[in-house]
């Protein structure tokens, strides 16, 4: 929520929150950011909509198993620029590391998330916070205007009109 004092920017939207810094406090942020972008007019299935959660996920589930430190959260700030099409995804904890973009291999099962971001995200990089941690963010775009959903599995399934066969 803005202070008192500031104004909203016109064509920005913005979804603040803190969340444990475990795995049930990831899948939170995920589920969340998810909903907020359904709410921003990208629907579930379609691509724009996938791969800003994918990027969520891979941020904040780092933030959860990297960067954390006992009793501190992790916050994630998502800013949509509509001016722009892009979605900027924050994820702030209070580890010092900086996480680096490593060379998959195939003999092990972990440390792909920052390739994942890489190949989805428009830009992305990480800066240091005033006070303990950093920020690590992804810019994401995303179509212009509000999503149609139909490259959603379940655009094509008939709908029922608003109040049909209700008895009132």
Known sequence: MPAPHSRPVIGVQMFNQRFSATRRGARLARLLASLQLV???????TDDHDRATIVVAELT???????CVPGRDFALLLTYETHRSVVRIEVSDTHPARPTLLAPTQDKDHGRGLVIVDALAISWGIHDRVGPGKTVWAECA???????????????VD????GA????
Not at 142 to 156: D, F, I, K, V
């Open 39 to 45: 709410e921003w007019g990208h629907p579930h299935g």
């Open 61 to 67: 589930a780092n933030a959860a198993l990297h960067g």
């Open 142 to 156: 995303l179509s212009t205007g509000r999503a149609t959903g139909l490259s959603s599995p379940c655009a094509s």
């Open 159 to 162: 709908r029922v009109p608003p």
């Open 165 to 168: 066969g209700l008895p009132f």
